[in-house]
């Protein structure tokens, strides 16, 4: 157990829904970082925060945004679903702004979406 | 950005052999490099590290090389068990100040028992 939890597990939504996924990080941990897995892309980061504050963008569509709360659990928000957004979510946290040898990211199990 | 590439997608051994994943990365600026573990149905899991200014950097039963000529990494495993089965992917860090894991497709190891 990496100390990140997420939630849902699964979820299953219809093209042109919205959808909110969840994530707790490790105790102590401020950064979050949210990543996405399909088949054809490989684990792509998408966007970090850090205490509260985007700290770095990656391959985010417009339709998806988060953000993160004080009390460090961050949420992944996902609308005018398509298709193509079926995918595994992530969600990573550490203890500082970014990896080092003193460092760790660790990773929640993952949240499965499913358009249909 | 980084681009990560795997020579073997996918890489079969036998139980007991010796695995080896290559992984080529593009920046050369590139300064910290993460091997990941990734298990059916679970997040990746830190294995080894390793900075640019060493050449290898052993664990347990890994061993990790980096070859900063060519810009290659490979992570070696000894004595391949059906545990190690898994995708593995290498995480090149430090180009433009960015310490954020970027992944590339990753390398599935299948280990026969």
């Known amino acids: 157990d990496s100390g990140v939890t997420q939630t849902p597990k699964h979820l299953i939504t219809a093209t042109g829904q919205r959808v909110t996924l969840r994530c707790s990080p490790r105790?102590?941990?401020?950064?979050v970082y949210w990543y996405q897995q399909s088949l054809d892309q490989g684990l792509q980061f998408l966007i970090q925060y850090y205490n509260g504050e985007e700290r770095a963008k990656g391959n985010i569509l417009e339709r998806f945004s988060a953000q993160q709360f004080p009390d460090l659990h961050s949420e992944l928000n996902l609308s005018s679903l398509e298709l193509g957004d079926s995918a595994l979510y992530f969600c990573a946290s550490s203890q500082t702004q970014g990896i080092s040898t003193n460092t760790e990211a660790f990773f929640g199990q993952g949240t499965r979406l499913t358009v249909v | 950005g980084e681009s990560v590439g795997l020579h073997l997608p996918t890489l079969s051994v036998q139980e007991g052999d010796n695995s080896i994943i290559n992984c080529a990365y593009s920046n050369s600026a590139s300064d910290y490099f993460i091997w990941y573990k990734q298990e059916s149905g679970k997040g990746p899991q830190f294995i080894i590290d390793?900075?640019?200014?060493?050449d290898k950097r052993q664990g347990q039963r890994v061993t990790v090389l980096l070859n900063k000529t060519v810009k290659h990494l490979s992570l070696q495993i000894a004595a391949t068990q059906p545990g190690d089965s898994a995708v593995y992917f290498c995480a090149p860090m430090g180009s433009g100040g960015s310490y954020i894991p970027t992944f590339g497709r990753g390398t599935s190891l299948i280990v026969h028992p």
């Open positions: 390793i900075r640019s200014n060493m």
């Open positions: 105790s102590g941990d401020l950064s």
